[in-house]
């Protein structure tokens, strides 16, 4: 592994309070759907704590990967980026360890989570997947984290100092939360704020998440139920997409978000390598 890539990640484990605070948006979002948006009719606990499970794994992608780019904004303001672009050690192993970094991050915090969460549904009697459903949680977290990493790299690689970024995480926190259809179900949502929601690549990989999370417990709750019902509880809750009558299929999600993290990489890549002249 890059030395630089080691030092980022030894030093976001080593900062608790940075830890902390990359997670505290996951925090607010399990407290307010606990105090106020838990209690509607959710067909059954296990849909309600899988849904809930879905969004905290897919809000951690992206918020624990922006708690690790605090290395780099540190950097910044303290000149140390600038040292470390003008010794021998390559330009792009340099843009590479920022970027990599944060990922690795939020593929370790977010497994952290999920087992996490997975044992606190286990214990209160739910169902979690089965060992390919676990699989493809897994696969889903490498996913989410490809595509979280990339763009919050770029929103940030315009940011110099430690307040702004304070500033923009807490923003970041509190929008992704709406985009990702967590706060407020994307079937709640008036037509034009659905298609913005999801143009917003990381609410993919919540509906993705979905998927393999609530399939078990939707069987279960809506056994001998109308396709027509599950269809539209699958709408409302962000399960699948749809645009009109069309819907957009899991390989059409994958595509995209890769395609996202491809586009934002490559921006993010040129905006560092320019700044670190």
Known sequence: MNPMMKRNIKLYFRDKTNMFFSMLSVLIMVAVFALFLGAGDWGGEGIRDSWLMAGVMAMATLTT??????????????????????????RSHITISYIVSPFVVSVIMTTITGIAFGAYILATGGELPDATGILQVLGLILLSSITATPLVCFIVSFLKTVSAFGTISTIIGTLAGFLMGIYMPIGNAPSAVQIIMMLFPPSHAATLFRQVLMERPMEL?????????????????????????FEITPVMSIIYMIASAMLFFGLSAMIMRRTGK
């Open 65 to 90: 990967s922006l708690g690790a780019f605090s290395r780099m904004i540190e950097d910044k303001e303290d000149k140390v980026a600038k040292g470390f672009f003008a010794s021998p050690i390559k």
């Open 221 to 245: 709750a809506l056994y001998g139920a109308p396709a027509e019902i599950a269809q539209e509880i699958n709408e409302n809750l962000g399960v699948v997409f749809t645009v009109g009558t």
